[in-house]
């Protein structure tokens, strides 16, 4: 079937309108139909990665239930119904209050849950002395393992340092 | 004269600076997410609160505190007309969104425009770095910097778990995206870019155009950049970009030179045509014209084309573009107009520097 708009290229969208019981039916391409601005449901008008995100967050087969609707951010106010249309949350205190359905989106979307990089100086002081010793002992494994024993007992001792920091 | 430095020139100050692997390698870009831990993010915040955020944003610069890393100067959006926010945005220096959507939205300034600090944005602080070809790691040290200043005087959101709390959950964690503008003609022409950049999507990359997210790859011009921002660390994420980028600067050259070796005269009429297009019509699109600068761009690195400067072509991308045209005749323009003084512009820009 040929685009009735412009009749060279063939029609892919098909419209159905009915309108006090008056049907009229349109069949045009995609080009055509972008001209007259008619809305093409799942087209790339307004398409953002906010629209796929809400996707996402939708796409949970336990979600189906009372829950996911009353789940609201105490802070701002903000439901997981609204967050799951906009795709983005309200104010910081939103990941704490929908936590709970949290990880199966980052998941989704990151491949992970947890926070592996920098930390901030003040507020995460004993974060990021945690993540220190951590990084330390991962290299203190491997460097033993290359059996490079002199500067293994230097990291050694700086570890001890920084527990004994932690602990007091 | 234009009222603010940034829209005198379309070439930014970092961009005339020589970067490595520039031949295929534009620009290395950071950008930074971070919100205040008291204050709603922008899309939910009161004008009073956005207000707050934007003041004491600006307070931290103001306050000189960054003065050691490029004497930044402040605007406000609301100070700005319409044509000179369409011009910071062609020059990547502010978001669309920025320029359209914020309330109380602010920009800091780095005199080289080598830094450029959005605030009200998505989040409350967005903070970017661009530096010249293929320098990744060290944007994300300068920017890493820049965040460290501002930690000491505002509380971020931060969380154990989940690190960084932003407005969109794809941000979340580390809050960094870290990009590569990539000039990729011979793996057009040789048609070798379909296969790599699928490949490049399934090691958690993105491809984007010029113009960022939503934007078509015009002009052969490719910007890669992270999409996972959780679960994996800021150098882990900036080794990742580096290897893949490299892997991908290697192939573009090897393709170049086989272009040369195999097609040279092929590739010299290409080259040669669409430099006399641009040196001579009086009519030009905004498409032809970025597929026209990048052949000539590529006969540039191919030693065809010794008497072009790089810095113009560099300089004509951001010139060429909507704001930038209408900015230079101090005017609205119509599409056709517009298609005309892109045309007279990139003329005596090619005749002047011969």
Redesign the interface.
């Known amino acids: 079937m040929q685009c009735q708009e412009c009749g060279n290229r063939p029609a892919t969208l098909h419209f159905t309108k009915i309108v006090n019981g008056e049907k009229t039916e349109l069949h045009i391409c995609e080009f055509c139909a972008r001209e007259r601005g008619e809305l093409i449901p799942g087209t790339s008008s307004g398409?953002?990665?906010?629209n796929l995100?809400s996707g996402l967050i939708d796409f949970d087969p336990a979600s189906a239930g009372a829950k996911q609707q009353t789940l609201r951010c105490e802070?701002?106010g903000?439901t997981y119904a609204q967050f799951s249309k906009?795709?983005?949350?309200?104010?910081?205190h939103c990941?704490?209050h929908f936590a709970e359905r949290?990880d199966p989106?980052?998941k989704r979307?990151?491949?992970?849950?947890?926070?592996?990089?920098?930390?901030?100086?003040?507020?995460?002081g004993q974060?990021r002395m945690r993540r220190e010793i951590d990084k330390l002992k991962r290299e203190l494994q491997s460097r033993i393992e290359r059996e490079d024993f002199e500067s293994a007992a230097s990291l050694r001792d700086r570890i001890r340092d920084l527990e004994r920091e932690i602990g007091s | 004269m234009a009222k603010h430095k940034f829209a005198e020139h379309a070439l930014s100050p970092w961009m005339k600076k020589d970067g490595p692997e520039n031949d295929v390698v534009l620009s290395s870009r950071i950008r930074i997410a971070r919100?205040m831990?008291n204050?709603?993010?922008p899309?939910?915040a009161t004008a009073d609160q956005s207000q707050n955020t934007m003041e004491q944003l600006l307070s931290i610069a103001e306050s000189g505190r960054l003065n050691g890393l490029g004497e930044p100067a402040a605007y406000r959006l609301s100070e700005l007309t319409e044509l000179e926010k369409l011009v910071l945005v062609e020059k990547h220096l502010i978001s669309p969104a920025l320029a359209g959507e914020s309330r109380n939205g602010a920009l800091i300034l780095g005199r080289n425009e080598d830094i450029s600090i959005m605030i009200n944005e998505?989040d409350h602080l967005r903070i970017q770095c661009l530096y010249p070809g293929f320098q990744i790691r060290e944007a994300w040290e300068f920017a890493?910097k820049i965040?460290?200043i501002f930690?000491?005087s505002v509380?971020?959101?931060?969380?154990?778990?989940?690190?960084?709390?932003?407005?969109?959950?794809?941000n979340?964690?580390?809050g960094?995206r870290a990009s590569v503008m990539m000039h990729l003609p011979a793996l057009v022409l040789t048609g070798q870019i379909n296969r790599i950049l699928s490949a490049v999507t399934q090691v958690?990359l993105a491809v984007r155009g010029l113009y960022g997210?939503?934007s078509e790859a015009t002009g052969n011009l490719f910007q890669v950049s992270n999409q996972?921002?959780?679960?994996?660390?800021?150098s882990e994420?900036i080794d990742n970009l580096h290897a893949v980028a490299r892997q991908i600067i290697g192939h573009e050259q090897a393709a170049r030179e086989r272009l040369l070796k195999e097609s040279r005269t092929r590739v010299e009429d290409r080259v040669r045509r669409s430099y006399g297009i641009l040196s001579y019509a009086s009519i030009m699109d905004s498409k032809e014209a970025s597929q026209r600068l990048s052949d000539v761009r590529l006969g540039v690195h191919l030693g065809l084309l010794p008497e072009v400067n790089r810095d113009v072509l560099n300089e004509l991308i951001v010139l060429t573009q909507p704001g930038f045209l209408q900015q230079q005749s101090g005017e609205a323009l119509t599409p056709e107009q517009r298609d005309i003084a892109r045309a007279r512009i990139i003329r005596s820009r090619l005749a002047s520097q011969a």
């Open positions: 398409f953002s990665i906010h995100l802070m701002c903000m906009m795709g983005r949350f309200g104010c910081s990941y704490k949290l989106l980052l979307v990151h491949g992970n849950t947890v926070h592996v990089g920098k930390v901030p100086k003040r507020v995460g974060v | 919100n831990r204050y709603p993010f899309l939910l998505e890493s965040d460290d930690e000491e509380d971020y959101a931060f969380d154990e778990k989940y690190g960084y709390l932003t407005s969109c959950p794809t979340v964690g580390t960094i958690g997210e939503g996972i921002t959780l679960g994996q660390s800021e994420i």
